[in-house]
């Protein structure tokens, strides 16, 4: 008689036994992942502009922190209107076409003003004054380069050129929607004499933050969040694979007599 003897293999499932990820999933992974990390990089630029933004004082300007400018020459001139170091982040008030903010503090009358830089030129071409080639707010560091000269000819404020001007003791504040054209800002003891000390604070409205900041968060999240999903699909795909089971292994034995 012939025996048959059925039994279940105790070695492990071959390989075509086993769900396979294939090129598919590992490309869905990969490309997940990578969004993800996209997003979260561009979500955490999004926070930190929020965050610059929720700096605003109560009149919606943008200011950095005081810093004390001092000059030995009867005038410190900034030729244009670029103000690098703001908080993290570069500002250019004519580019950023918003208003513009200077707050001065000093215990002698200051005078401030900004006027076409041709005219202010002329006006301070025989006077000595510092020109400032570098002006970082954050931390607060002015490089100047000094400019011979003597007294002015005239006080500042009785100068017809300037659009916008701020002059006195204490704090005085000087706001000023840029314009097309180029400018410069001067700052010079009222009367005109030399030795300028000052505590100085720049700023903008810059109505564009705001959007930059919710645009950021908004594609950050969208970018990230789709990442995931593809990941998810990719690895849930692979666990719906139907498994093979091993089939019983069938042995014939040599007859008995």
């Given amino acids: ?6 039994s279940t293999p105790t070695a492990p499932p071959t390989d075509h036994q086993c769900p396979r990820w294939g090129a598919g999933r590992i490309t869905l992974i990969v490309v997940g992942a990578l969004l993800a990390l996209f997003g979260v ?5 999004g926070v930190a502009v929020a965050v610059v933004d929720s700096t605003r004082d109560r009149d919606g300007f943008l200011m950095s922190a005081p810093g004390r400018l001092t000059s030995d020459a009867s005038a410190v001139l900034m030729p ?4 690098q170091g703001f908080g993290g982040w570069g500002v250019d008030a004519q580019a950023m076409a918003g208003t513009m903010r200077i707050t001065t503090t000093s215990e002698r ?19 000595r004054h510092d020109v400032i080639e570098d002006f970082s707010t954050s931390p607060f560091r002015v490089t100047y380069r000094p400019v011979s000269g003597g007294a002015p000819s005239g006080s500042p404020a009785a100068q017809p050129f300037w659009v916008a001007t701020g002059t006195g003791t204490g ?11 180029d400018w410069s800002v001067v700052m010079m003891n009222a009367d005109g004499s030399p030795a300028i000390d000052a505590m100085v604070s720049v700023g903008a409205l810059v109505p564009v933050l705001h959007g930059i900041a919710v645009g ?10 789709l990442g ?7 690895v849930v795909s692979y666990e719906r694979q139907p498994r093979r089971r091993p089939q019983p292994r069938i ?3 040599a007859p008995t007599s």
């Fill in 171 to 181: 704090t005085q504040v000087l706001t000023w929607t840029p314009q097309e054209g």
């Fill in 251 to 253: 042995t014939v034995s």
């Fill in 109 to 127: 009358p200051v005078f401030v003003g900004i006027g076409p830089s041709n005219q202010v030129e002329s006006y301070l071409a025989s006077v």
């Fill in 80 to 83: 244009d209107l670029r103000v």
């Fill in 228 to 234: 995931l999903a593809l990941a998810l699909i990719a």
């Fill in 41 to 45: 990089s561009i979500l955490v630029g």
């Fill in 1 to 6: 008689m012939t025996a048959l003897a059925a």
């Fill in 216 to 225: 950021l968060c908004i594609g950050g999240s969208v970018l990230f969040f």
